[in-house]
């Protein structure tokens, strides 16, 4: 596609259910970051893949976060037993080349009740 | 540890006048240095980049920064600022010398432009 994709735009979701939040990189783009923006504060990473190296799975809060990139394309963000300080907006974005920038998704806003 | 500091996490200006967004870098190599904006409800935007070469670089909307190794800054600069400027501004390195491409932000700031 022309730009990273990602959905859903929204997601409501229980406190203690699981959700997965899909992100469609730019084709041929090699790497991909996933942030998360709560209100009012920065950009958190998350996990970072490059090609087929094992992933920097270093910012992930906890272990009921995790993320998979299958066949070097689309990635899923999964959270199990969600949180209410789970709610945020989670950003995906791509790169070509390890050295250049990063290109964003729209993110998708979770809201945990 | 690479890190980056925005200092100020909120900045008014009026409109018309010069548009300062200071950012400092922390990293034992040479970096690679960009500056995002995000508007209300929508996602990040590149607006300008430091790879190599000249230090001041330009960037889209009339922004300019300038990489000054010695004070590892990298700040933001618009001569005037228009109300269309209002958003939110995040500095952000890359390890510049080795192929781990973790992109590092800053906690941004946000820029108000009043009439």
């Known amino acids: 596609g022309a730009g990273v994709s990602q959905s859903p735009s929204n997601k409501v979701t229980e406190k203690g259910k699981d959700v997965e939040l899909r992100c469609d990189p730019i084709?041929?783009?090699?790497?991909l970051y996933w942030y998360r923006q709560s209100l009012g504060q920065g950009l958190e990473f998350l996990i970072y893949f490059q090609g087929n190296s094992a992933p920097d799975k270093s910012g992930l809060p906890s272990d009921r976060f995790s993320a998979e990139r299958t066949g070097g394309s689309v990635s899923t963000l999964t959270i199990q037993r969600t949180q209410q300080e789970d709610s945020a907006v989670y950003l995906c974005a791509s790169s070509s080349q390890v050295n250049t920038e990063a290109f964003f998704g729209q993110g998708t806003r979770l809201t945990v009740v | 540890a690479q890190s980056v500091t925005q200092l100020g996490s909120h900045v008014s200006v009026s409109e018309g006048a010069l548009v300062l967004l200071r950012c400092n870098y922390s990293?034992?190599?040479?970096?690679?240095l960009f500056w995002y904006v995000q508007y209300p409800n929508q996602g990040l935007q590149l607006l300008l980049k430091y790879t190599t070469g000249a230090t001041l670089v330009k960037g889209i909307n009339g922004f300019e920064a300038e990489f000054k190794k010695s004070e590892t800054s990298f700040h933001l600069t618009k001569p005037s600022a228009h109300m269309s400027d209002a958003a939110e501004y995040f500095c952000a390195q890359k390890r510049g010398s080795s192929n781990t491409g973790k992109l590092i932000f800053g906690q941004g700031t946000t820029l108000q432009v009043k009439p």
């Open positions: 084709s041929g783009h090699t790497a």
């Open positions: 990293s034992s190599v040479p970096p690679y």
